[in-house]
């Protein structure tokens, strides 16, 4: 394999007048500043505010759920998430190696017993058949909990990350979740328009967290949400989110719990509102840049692109690419070096998480297929409008 060669064909790839192209960029226009500018001229810069409310709402028709909270981060959303279940000091939690660590650090703010389960090859997801196989063996039901007897923890729920864009099998990880007793929640960072069998993950989760992170598909600048059918667990995040004061109405400060300054600002509110109108667009721009990048990868003999599975209608956020062969870690990153040398903002697969130095490696299963993407994978930039179409 020539790594050399590859550099210079995807080279080729991009118009020279555009680089250097980060990864993933926002598109901001007109709108958006206009829409911040309003916010400021009306005073509303922190977190209070109608634009709030509105930008809620709108989320809520994005989603099709009965509430949602806006918030200051994907990874907050997703903290919020586990404090409002009640998630505590060893309760296991089901989830995913091969994802960005934010779902891992919330489990781990909580005190609560991350267990990983391998992927599947078809939607980078928790594999369902690993899943069920690792259940009839280990799950044990006690009461209305269900333990795991390798363990020996409570097993309080499933947390799936759509990764690069694409659901994962979540009609069956309802179905485990019903069997089981345990809260399904999908983390949808950069999945939001996503779509698997004509729905979002949304529509079977109990939770579902958002993130409007600046290198997002659409941005609040910093930011994420909490979306969910059960109002009364929203109100709880709500008011965790809001440092859990009762006494606003009376504009005084008593506060029942340990709080959080979790909300989103107006500011932040105000640039999601237009965000919001250009998510269609995107997504189609989006799946256009990589249909670009299949017939581009497909012509390069050493290296594959991932696609989505059959059935899904992924926003393609970031496109995976993969050598065909494994490669070592030291090779990859001199490759990477070397595109980011000449302006391709690429980047290399997260590090399996089962592998970060302060997980517990005692009841660590085998992860062949994650392990496989993280050697071999890397992320190509998905910035609108990048790939010279003419090539
Ligand atoms: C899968 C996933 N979850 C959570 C987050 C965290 O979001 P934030 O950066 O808004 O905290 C990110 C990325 O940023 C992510 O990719």
Redesign the pocket.
């Known amino acids: 394999m020539n790594l050399e060669n590859i550099v210079k064909q995807i080279n080729t790839w991009y118009p020279k007048n555009n680089l250097p192209i980060p990864i993933n960029q926002p598109t901001i226009n007109e709108k958006d500043i206009n829409s911040i500018t309003d916010t400021l001229n009306e005073n509303w810069v922190s977190t209070a505010g109608p634009i709030i409310n509105e930008f809620e709402e709108q989320l809520k028709s994005e989603f099709d759920q009965k509430e949602v909270v806006a918030v200051n981060?994907?990874?907050?959303a997703?903290h919020l998430s586990l404090l409002g279940l009640g998630i505590s000091q060893d309760d296991q939690i089901i989830t995913t190696p091969l994802?960005?660590v934010?779902?891992l650090n919330a489990i781990k703010y909580v005190g609560a017993y991350p267990f990983f389960i391998d992927i599947s090859q078809k939607d980078l997801s928790l594999d369902i058949n690993l899943l069920n196989q690792y259940a009839e063996i280990n799950f044990v039901q006690k009461g209305k909990f269900t333990f795991d007897i390798k363990t020996n923890k409570k097993v309080k729920a499933l947390l799936s990350?759509d990764v690069f864009g694409h659901i994962g099998d979540i009609e069956e990880y309802r179905k485990f979740c019903d069997k089981y007793g345990l809260k399904l929640i999908v983390?949808s960072?950069?999945s939001l328009g996503s779509k698997r069998n004509g729905n979002t993950s949304a529509k079977f989760s109990d939770i579902t967290t958002t993130?409007?992170?600046g290198?997002k598909i659409i941005t609040t600048g910093?930011?994420?949400a909490i979306v969910s059918k059960d109002e009364d667990f929203l109100n709880k995040v709500r008011h965790l989110a809001t440092t859990a004061n009762t006494e606003t109405e009376s504009h005084s400060y008593f506060h029942d719990l340990v709080g959080y300054n979790y909300r989103l600002p107006a500011l932040n509110a105000s640039l999601g509102l237009s965000q919001l109108s250009i998510l269609d667009k995107k997504i189609m721009e989006y799946r256009e840049i990589h249909k670009q990048y299949s017939n581009l990868v497909n012509k390069v003999e050493d290296i594959e692109i991932f696609e989505e599975t059959k059935g899904a209608k992924s926003n393609y956020w970031l496109n995976l690419i993969m050598f065909k062969e494994t490669i070592s870690q030291d090779e990859k990153i001199k490759f990477l070096k070397e595109l980011n040398k000449i302006g391709i903002g690429a980047r290399n697969v997260w590090n399996v998480l089962h592998q970060l130095p302060f997980i517990d490696r005692k009841h660590l299963l085998k992860y062949p297929i994650a392990e496989s993407i993280f050697h071999r994978g890397f992320n190509l930039p998905t910035s609108s409008l990048i790939i010279d179409a003419k090539n």
């Open positions: 981060s994907g990874t907050s997703l994802t960005f934010a779902p990350v983390d960072a950069e993130s409007f992170n290198n910093a930011g994420g």
